[in-house]
Structures are given as C-alpha cells and as structure tokens.
C-alpha cells in the first residue's frame, strides 16, 4: 500500500516563525499535494506538485510556498506563521489527476495539527 | 467556490441502520469520489464512480450518480460503531486545472 508520512503530528509555533511541514510518499507518485482542514470549511487546496520542481497555486496560496526538490518529499512552508494559519494541513499524493487516468485515487498522509500562537 | 456540497452536515444513526449522505455539484464533471476521514487522521479513499456509471457498490457502501441532477449518493448499509467518521466527497475543479476538490463533508455518528 501506499504510505505518505508527514512529519510531524502535532506542531506548535510562535506567529512570525518560518515553519516546514513534510510530507514524504514511497510509491513514485507524480502529484503531490497540500490541503488545509478547517471545520466548516472542508479541505481546501493549498498548493499542488505534478512533477519535481513544478508547482501549481491551489485556491488559498496565500501566506504559503512549496517546494519539491525529490520526486517523493513536497514540502510546505509559511514563510511568516500568522494565527489563522492554525489548522489541519493534509498531505496526499496521486499517481494520475481526477479525470485523467484509472489511477486517480489520492493517498493521504496522517496530517499536521499546527498551532501558532 | 466549492465544487462538492454534501448534505446533511451531520447524521446520527443506531447500529444496523442505514445512512445515506448526498453529494450535490455544479458543473460536469468525468469522475466522483467519496473518502472517509475517522477523527484526527487522513482521508482514506473508498469509491470512485464515473460519469457513466450510474450506481457502484464495494461491500456494503452503495454509491448512485445522476449526472442530470449532478448529484450523488451514498449508502451504508447495516452501519457499525466503527463506521463514525467524516465521509467527502471529491470532484474536480469546476474551471478545470485537474484538482481534486472536496466538499465540506457529512459527519456520522453510529450508535451502538
């Protein structure tokens, strides 16, 4: 099965921190991406990776960038932690885009709780 | 604006009782997707239906999509306690761009 394994659970940082969440996948996944959980609100897109240096604005870029240097790691990074990036982040991969292919399904990683105070 | 909207919000259920949860969206899609998120945790995958299936079932979860009504449904059937958790689902981007887009989702309580 696949794994995606983000590296922390819990995460709590101070507001003006630079913070890294990590998200590594095993299974040769071209796509990557980065959601944000808020209840209420549903998961919504960050960030999405389909290939090693390329990424793509979801619909809350704001406050965020990535970065995918290996095909298996996609980082997220708040370049300047404010309270309301605290939230859920989520971590999944995908082997072809909804739509695109019969391997559409995404794998999640376990997610990140982060809290900036 | 999000693509999935799920209805209702939440559902309360004795065990060996069916639930059904709906799906609406608003502009065509290939494919749908419902995922199931227990407490704190991942999303985990449970069905994908396509544009030109109209009912699909995997052990006793029922999906049924209406393409005319864009909307769509699915059925627990004989729930169990261990089946409360947060159920999505997830249809593409409705401007294009191949993402995923999920719903608010439909929190399920199954009572023992």
């Known amino acids: 099965d696949v794994k995606v394994t983000q590296s922390s659970r819990y995460l709590v940082k101070r507001t003006g921190e630079k913070v890294f969440l990590e998200c590594v996948q095993d299974m040769d996944h071209e796509n990557m991406f980065w959601y944000r959980q808020d209840p209420g609100l549903g998961l919504r897109l960050i960030y999405f990776?389909?290939?090693?240096?390329?990424?793509e604005k979801g619909d809350i870029p704001e406050g965020y960038s990535v970065s995918r240097e290996k095909k298996e790691r996609f980082s997220l990074i708040l370049e300047s932690a404010s309270t309301n990036q605290t939230s859920m982040y989520l971590c999944a991969s995908s082997l072809d885009f909804l739509g695109t292919g019969p391997n559409e399904k995404l794998f999640f990683g376990s997610g990140t709780q982060l809290s900036v105070l | 604006s999000q693509q999935g909207e799920e209805d209702p919000q939440a559902l309360s259920i004795q065990e060996g009782e069916n639930a059904t949860m709906n799906c609406s969206y608003k502009?065509?899609?290939?494919?749908l997707q419902w995922y199931r998120q227990n407490s704190g945790r991942g999303l985990v995958h449970l069905i994908l239906i396509r544009s030109n299936e109209r009912e699909k079932h995997s052990g006793r979860l029922r999906v049924t999509l209406d393409t005319s009504k864009k909307s769509s449904s699915l059925l627990i059937t004989a729930s169990r306690a261990a089946d409360t958790a947060s159920y999505f689902c997830?249809?593409?981007?409705?401007?294009?761009?191949?993402?995923?887009?999920f719903g608010a989702g439909t929190r399920l309580f199954v009572k023992a």
């Open positions: 502009t065509s899609i290939n494919n």
């Open positions: 997830a249809t593409e981007r409705d401007t294009g761009g191949f993402k995923t887009i």
């Open positions: 990776s389909y290939d090693v240096k390329m990424k």
